[in-house]
């Protein structure tokens, strides 16, 4: 029996540009230059209520973002050692993006973990091809 | 906001049945299920598979079970958006029954969830959304899913892992009173506390059981519904929206959006009644802090008095507004799609003929998301 792998994503054309960044660990997502909201996941257009303009470019995020909220799986992906972090950051310069958080050696415990905490952004190379962003504490 | 109070009370549901039992049947495939419910919840009626006229479904597909029950179908209605699908399969039929599409619509689930029967195969790929921004990071279905929101709650709002427990307490304590409840025996906040830990802050006793079963219902329009065996149950009020697949995406994560903005307000407007007038509710619960969600984003509390609100054990049997008195997807049975037992449940309250029966219905509210509160829908139902 064969143990299962971490799913790894597969770059589509509009998302191409954010994981070329990862690779250089860069975080380039894109921004509004009508509405002046920075979003995510890419895509060819601004996702926001009432603007969705097509006048977006892409740019190099700082990395920084808070803890909007996660779980703690127990029992989770079979790939997965637990107890591990699913987190929702949300962006600095706007957006939402799930990542697993790098606790630098401290338990997977709420009371480690303040919702609304400033975050910053590391870098995984997960293999030849794909880097994954993983967050901690700030 | 849409006015559709000209369609209120014009389509009742006349037939509605389950799979003869729910829990475990490896025996039967997935379009068993449907075919066992749809003949169950014709029989209730007195009509036959060759009255039906209209088919909707969702989790097959529509065409795959028109062929194994024969029929040809004039209407359909294949909307598959999760454990909703089936309210809003019967809010589509509602306008599809009033426009003339269809005079007899048959609304069927089967699911064989626990057995995995004869089911579809297939996953996100991996240049999709989901495939990109969430999959690598370990998301292993709907508990480490559905659960992300609830930590933003908790701190916005101080909702306790406590009344997060006491969601599931009231619930068994429904499910005890219903003997067709996979789980009947009395717990407590303790032992939800204590029970094995699935992803923080969600125990096991806060998740939802995986079960087979199904469910069917017949629709008719309100002039030939008067000359069936059981009390018709009409459809007052509904509304429908969707929103987001991942859930990392969902707008904000101490609200359900689609339900304060769309399908509450619209439901209600079209029923024209108030919060007041609604005597029983089910309210999906594939994890307990969905139906704190939905008490707060439906009005029927302010944002964050859900927790306290059913610590109260308001809910319970004995309490102020009964909710999922059927048990729930926490206790009674959940297939995956539990939408349909929503409805069947408030439809046996209407009708008087519940297990759990709670005195002087006369209106019903039917909750559910799809996804990961991805889609939504309300119903309002009536027997007067």
């Not at chain 1, 257009?45 to 977006?56: D, L, R």
């Not at chain 2, 065996?229 to 707008?251: C, D, F, W």
């Not at chain 2, 006369?362 to 559910?368: G, K, Q, R």
Request: hydrophobic content about 40%; overall charge negative; glycine content about 10%.
């Amino acid at each position: 029996m064969t143990t299962p792998q971490r799913p790894l994503p597969e770059a589509s054309p509009e998302t191409q540009e954010y994981w070329d960044g990862m690779k250089r660990h860069e975080l380039r997502i894109q921004k509004c230059n009508d509405c002046g909201k920075g979003y995510f996941y890419p895509r060819p257009f601004c996702p926001a209520e009432g603007c969705h303009s097509q006048n977006v470019e892409w740019f190099t995020a700082s990395g920084k973002g808070t803890l909007l909220s996660y779980v703690i799986p127990h029992r989770g992906h079979p790939a997965f050692e637990t107890p591990y972090v699913i987190a929702v950051i949300e962006l600095a310069e706007g957006g939402k993006m799930m990542t697993n958080l790098d606790l630098g050696g401290a338990e997977a415990t709420p009371d480690n973990l303040p919702v609304n905490a400033p975050m910053e952004i590391g870098y995984e190379d997960v293999s030849e091809e794909i880097t994954l962003p993983i967050w901690h504490l700030a | 906001m849409p006015d559709t109070r000209n369609l209120s009370h014009k389509v009742a549901i006349v037939g509605a049945a389950e799979t003869d039992t729910v829990g475990k049947l490896p025996t039967h495939s997935t379009l068993q299920l449907h075919a066992e419910s749809a003949f169950n919840a014709l029989a209730d009626c007195g009509l036959t598979i060759d009255d039906v006229d209209g088919l909707a479904t969702a989790g097959v597909s529509p065409a795959a079970l028109a062929e194994y029950l024969g029929i040809i179908p004039r209407y359909v209605d294949g909307t598959s958006v999760g454990g909703c699908s089936f309210l809003i399969h019967v809010s589509h039929a509602v306008a599809a029954i009033a426009a003339g599409y269809a005079d007899v619509i048959l609304v069927t689930h089967g699911e064989s969830g626990r057995s995995r029967v004869g089911v579809g195969g297939g996953s996100a790929g991996r240049a999709t959304p989901g495939g990109q921004f969430e999959a690598p990071f370990g998301v292993a279905g709907p508990p480490t899913m559905f659960s992300v929101p609830v930590a933003q709650h908790m701190k916005k709002y101080g909702t306790t892992e406590e009344q997060l427990a006491a969601v599931s307490v009231a619930t068994r304590q429904w499910a005890e009173k219903n003997t067709r409840a996979m789980m009947r025996d009395p717990i407590t906040i303790n032992d939800v506390l204590e029970s094995r830990m699935i992803a923080w802050p969600l125990h096991l006793l806060n998740c939802c059981l995986v079960t087979d079963g199904g469910g069917a219902l017949v629709l008719v329009s309100e002039e030939r519904a008067k000359d069936f065996p059981k009390k018709p149950v009409y459809v007052l009020g509904r509304g429908e929206a969707i929103a987001h697949t991942n859930i990392s995406q969902m707008l904000d994560f101490t609200e359900w959006t689609s339900a304060s903005r769309h399908t509450g307000p619209e439901a209600f407007k079209m029923a024209g009644l108030d919060h007041s007038a609604i005597d029983h509710a089910e309210f999906y619960d594939a994890f307990s802090h969905l139906p704190i969600y939905a008490l707060e984003s439906l009005g029927f509390v302010k944002p964050g008095e859900g927790g306290p609100w059913f610590a109260e054990m308001n809910s319970a049997p004995g309490g102020k507004f009964p909710i999922n008195t059927n048990g729930g997807g926490l206790s009674y049975t959940h297939t995956g799609m539990y939408g349909m037992f929503a409805i069947q449940e408030s439809v046996r309250q209407l009708r008087g003929e519940a297990e759990a029966q709670v005195d002087g219905v006369e209106t019903s509210l039917v909750h559910a998301p799809g996804g990961m509160f991805s889609a939504t829908s309300t119903l309002i139902l009536g027997n007067q």
